[in-house]
C-alpha cells in the first residue's frame, strides 16, 4: 500500500515563503511523475507544478516564485514557494503515478492535503 504524506503547510505573510514536502512510502517500484494540485475555497483544483522523469512545469500563475525539486533516494517532492500572495491561498495536494512492482501496471496517488493561508 502507497502512501503520500504532505507537510509544511502554514499561515504566512504576503511576500514571505514556505516549503511543502511530500514523501512516498510503502511498496514501490518507480515513481514516474510527483507533482501538487492546490484547491482554493469556491474554485476548481488546479496543477501547481509537476516533476516527470527530470523534466518539471508549472502553472503560469506560479513561475518564477514556485520551486519543484525531488530527492529519488527519499521518494520525496517537495514545493518551494517564494514571493507568496494572497491568491496563493489554497489546500495543496501532492499526486504521484507510482508503479509498486517490476511488473505490473502504475496507479496515481494523492495525498491528505496541506492547508497554505497567506494573509496579513
Known amino acids: 500500500q502507497v502512501q503520500l504524506v504532505e507537510s509544511g503547510g502554514d499561515l504566512v505573510q504576503p511576500g514571505g515563503s514556505l516549503r511543502l514536502s511530500c514523501a512516498a512510502s510503502g511498496s514501490i517500484f518507480s515513481i514516474y511523475t510527483m507533482g501538487w494540485y492546490r484547491r482554493a475555497p469556491g474554485k476548481q483544483r488546479e496543477l501547481v507544478a509537476v516533476w516527470t522523469s527530470g523534466s518539471t512545469d508549472y502553472a503560469d500563475s506560479v513561475k518564477g516564485r514556485f520551486t519543484i525539486s525531488r530527492d529519488n533516494a527519499k521518494n520525496t517532492v517537495y514545493l518551494q514557494m517564494n514571493s507568496l500572495e494572497p491568491g496563493d491561498t489554497a489546500v495543496y495536494y501532492c499526486?504521484?503515478?507510482?508503479?509498486?512492482?517490476?511488473?505490473?501496471?502504475?496507479?496515481?496517488?494523492w495525498g491528505q492535503g496541506t492547508q497554505v493561508t497567506v494573509s496579513s
Open positions: 499526486t504521484a503515478r507510482i508503479q509498486e512492482r517490476q511488473v505490473g501496471p502504475s496507479y496515481i496517488y
